[in-house]
């Protein structure tokens, strides 16, 4: 089942703003820059990872600070697909379902990710814990089956481990409670760079 946008997802642009630290990220990332739009894809990145996600109070907020046209921001947020423009779990896990994973038994791994998590692949639990997808290429077909979680690539994975990593996460996911831009959030941006992705 989707989740609902958390309390972020409400705000308008003027309520939404970065932590001091993005904020001084976000001039450095300017300065590299003959011009501000040249930042863009890097603060829209910045962004994703201090709110979680691009609502649109962020693009907004994204847009004022670079001086540029919300429009601009959308419309190059709307091309890249690890751009998230719907709340994402705090765990994105990613299931390669090509050719070379898919002989080797990612459909296994699909179906231990589907009744562990109560989710199909393209949602994101209720809790906000997990984000499931199933993928096209993770470019690594001479160790399938593979998959990632967040930035973290695994190999040659059996479904035992899988349910193990998974359950893991989910013990792991609920010791640090709910991370800003994460339903069910009321925490501020210094606690969650504190807490941080896995």
């Not at 990145?45 to 201090?50: D, P, Y």
């Not at 090509?98 to 562990?116: E, F, M, Q, T, W």
């Not at 998974?166 to 994460?182: A, D, I, K, N, Y």
Request: net charge negative; charged share 20%; aromatic share 8%.
């Amino acid at each position: 089942m989707a989740i609902s946008s958390g309390p972020m997802a409400e705000n308008s642009s003027n309520g939404v703003v970065f932590s001091p630290s993005a904020k001084a990220r976000v001039a450095e990332l300017i300065g590299r820059y003959p011009r501000k739009q040249g930042a863009l894809i890097p603060v829209l990145w910045l962004a994703q990872e201090e709110f979680g996600w691009l609502s649109p109070a962020v693009l907004d907020l994204v847009a004022a600070e670079l001086g540029l046209t919300k429009s601009a921001v959308l419309a190059t947020a709307m091309f890249y697909t690890m751009l998230y423009k719907q709340p994402h779990g705090r765990y994105h896990v990613q299931i390669c379902t090509n050719v070379s994973c898919y002989l080797l038994g990612a459909d296994d791994l699909v179906r231990v990710a589907i009744d562990a998590l109560g989710i199909q692949p393209g949602e994101t639990s209720e809790d906000g814990l997990f984000t499931l997808e199933a993928v096209q290429c993770l470019c690594a077909c001479e160790r399938a089956p593979t998959l990632q979680i967040n930035k973290k690539d695994y190999f040659k994975v059996k479904p035992a481990e899988f349910q193990q990593l998974l359950t893991q996460l989910q013990e792991e996911g609920l010791r640090l409670g709910p991370s800003v831009g994460w339903p069910g959030s009321d925490n501020g941006g210094a606690e969650h760079a504190e807490a941080g992705h896995a």
